[in-house]
C-alpha cells in the first residue's frame, strides 16, 4: 500500500515521479511528545497517526534535514512547517449545501495566510528541491575538469620524468669528463634525488 502525505491538502505519495523530485517521506516519531507536535503542527482535528502515517519533506524547513549519509534523515527535533503547502490546497468550486457541512464551515472559519515574500517569489513549490537539469549540467562540468586536471597531471608526470632523465644524462657526462668532483656529486645526488 502506497505511503501518502498526512498534511491536509497534499497529494504526494511515495512513487517514482517524487523520488526523482527529490521528496522524501518521513514517518512520525515514535515518542509520544514528538509525535503529538507533529500532529498539533499538522492542525488536523481529531487526527491520530498510525504506524505508517508520513509527513513529505515539502513540510519541513531545508535546515531540518541531514543529508550527510547515503539517505536524507531530519535532524533531532524537527516539527513539519505547515504553510510549505498552502498554495497546494485546492480551492472549493461550489459552495457546502449540507446544514451540517455549513455548520461545520461555521465553527471552523477559514484564517487567512501570508506568505513570506520569498514563497511568493519562488517559481517552484520547493526552493530546497535539486533541479535534475542543473545537477546534470554541473556533474558534467566536474566531470570535465576532473579529465582535464588528470591530463594536466598526466602530462606533468612526463615533463618531470623527461627532466630528470636530463639530469641524470647530464651528470653521466660530467662524470666522464672528470668535471665533478665527489662533494658536487654528493650535493648533486641529494638535491636531485639521483644515485649515480
Partial sequence: MPDFCSVVGCSNGRNAQTKQ??????????????RRA??????????????????????????DFD?????????E??????????SKVPSRPTP?????SQ???????????????DLQKSNSDHQYALDP?????????????????????????DRERRNKKTVKSLQEDLKHKNMLTKELQQKLDFHSGICL
Fill in 133 to 157: 537539469v542543473k545537477v546534470k549540467k554541473k556533474l558534467t562540468e566536474a566531470q570535465e575538469k576532473v579529465e582535464e586536471l588528470q591530463r594536466d597531471l598526466r602530462n606533468a608526470k
Fill in 96 to 100: 457546502r449545501l449540507s446544514r451540517t
Fill in 77 to 86: 527535533g524537527a516539527i513539519p512547517s505547515f504553510p510549505n503547502h498552502i
Fill in 103 to 117: 455548520k461545520a464551515a461555521a465553527e471552523c472559519p477559514d484564517v487567512p495566510v501570508q506568505l513570506s515574500e
Fill in 21 to 34: 523530485q527529490g521528496i522524501t517521506f518521513h514517518r512520525f516519531p515514535k515518542d509520544k511528545v514528538k
Fill in 38 to 63: 507533529w500532529t498539533v503542527a499538522l492542525r488536523r482535528r481529531d487526527f491520530e497517526p498510525h504506524a505508517r502515517s508520513v509527513v513529505c519533506s515539502c513540510h519541513f524547513k531545508p535546515e
Fill in 67 to 75: 543529508m550527510t549519509g547515503q539517505t536524507t534523515r531530519l535532524r
